[in-house]
């Protein structure tokens, strides 16, 4: 992909053609050998880092005039630095495999209407005191550069996350096996977020159809001539989330005491189901195997002034600490039936994406993206009163 980004990319493609060494490494564009003097008026080579803005499969305008780079402050002939590239010399990490010492601020008049104009004047101001003492000096080295595709589990770079340089951070979440058991209104919108996060993988478990009541409480608008085809939920949402997410596993099954297995070597379950033994026998298995859930859950019901009531629940089972949540009760393992006060099933969308929108903040606390104080396991919220009550703390 990040070749064809560079061939589709008119700046890109002309910095490449014309020797200087470029590599895309997911959301940044990296151009390195690039030459400059040292505080002891060394010959030294640098790397400059810039964000990516990318419109479809090649580049925009970039967002801004600055760019990273990766050595020592580059200097005039004479040892002093060149003071117009100062803006700081923080040291930051960008990536796991990219740590840049400082930036650069040189803004021309008009600012940088392409990345070929902005790497090539940057170069320039870095490198004329070099060039000046020996010409053949150049960051034009026509060595063939090997790309690496940082973001290897999407199909185009993760410009957002780098737009706010949280890209180190989102890595956290890189190299989970994901499961979402159940594709209705609450799964559905897990995938949606799971989908934009850099997960090895999400595994799909639902045998269902794909049905017109599923097309109102989950994301997107299907065409009419889907909901006539009726296809398997597992399906219409792999092919949909797979134009942005590569590893997304369509498994068209019901989790049961048979393949169970299948579970085994995920690292994360999501559970949106409402039948309750099955429930409990997943729990029990992913118990005995070490491997932490969320279980989601809501009940809604009628009110007598016909307005809707109901709670919406989170449940966290961390690896073989289960036991405390299920003497407590707060997991129901009952089926549905005609007596149940929430047999109609009442789901709406904007609070299946609550649903799921909790479990996921839930989940990246656990992985370290989002601070956690409290580290509660259970939690519910209540529509009525808007309030969150966090249960079963751990000590």
Request: net charge negative.
């Amino acid at each position: 992909m990040l070749h064809k980004l560079i061939d589709h990319s008119p700046d890109l493609k002309r910095l490449r053609d014309e020797g200087f060494e470029v590599i895309v490494k997911g959301p940044h564009l990296l151009v390195s050998s690039v030459p400059y003097f040292n505080t002891k008026k060394e010959v030294c080579y640098g790397t400059l880092v810039t964000d990516l803005t990318i419109a479809g499969n090649k580049t925009g305008k970039p967002k801004n005039h600055v760019v990273h780079f990766i050595g020592e402050y580059p200097c005039n002939k004479d040892g002093s630095q060149i003071s117009a590239l100062m803006h700081n010399n923080n040291r930051t990490v960008l990536s796991n495999d990219i740590v840049v010492d400082r930036a650069f601020s040189h803004k021309p008049s008009q600012g940088y209407s392409n990345y070929y104009d902005k790497i090539t004047t940057y170069i320039t101001v870095i490198s004329a005191p070099v060039r000046s003492y020996d010409y053949d000096i150049s960051a034009q080295t026509y060595r063939l550069m090997q790309e690496e595709d940082t973001s290897i589990v999407f199909n185009y770079p993760d410009t957002n996350s780098s737009r706010g340089e949280i890209g180190f951070i989102s890595e956290k979440l890189k190299n989970h096996n994901i499961a979402i058991i159940g594709l209705g209104g609450t799964g559905s919108y897990l995938l949606d977020f799971l989908a934009k996060t850099p997960v090895a993988s999400i595994n799909l478990f639902d045998a269902d159809k794909f049905q017109t009541h599923n097309a109102f409480r989950a994301p997107g608008a299907p065409d009419i001539n889907v909901l006539v085809e009726m296809p398997n939920k597992v399906n219409y949402f792999q092919n949909i989330y797979s134009k942005m997410h590569k590893n997304i596993v369509a498994n068209n099954v019901f989790i049961d005491g048979s393949n169970l297995i299948k579970l085994k070597e995920m690292d994360f379950v999501f559970m949106c189901l409402d039948k309750g033994e099955i429930k409990k026998e997943i729990i029990n298995y992913l118990n005995e195997n070490g491997i932490s859930f969320i279980d989601s859950g809501m009940g809604i019901e009628v009110t007598d002034n016909n307005s809707l009531l109901g709670i919406i629940r989170l449940t966290t089972g961390v690896k073989g600490e289960v036991e405390n949540l299920l003497s407590k009760d707060v997991i129901s393992f009952a089926d549905g039936n005609e007596d149940d006060e929430y047999s109609q099933n009442i789901q709406i969308a904007e609070l299946n994406a609550l649903n799921a929108t909790l479990a996921v903040v839930k989940w990246k606390k656990m992985c370290g993206f989002y601070h956690e104080s409290d580290k509660e396991n259970h939690s519910l919220y209540t529509i009525d009163d808007n309030n969150i009550l966090n249960e079963d703390f751990k000590t």
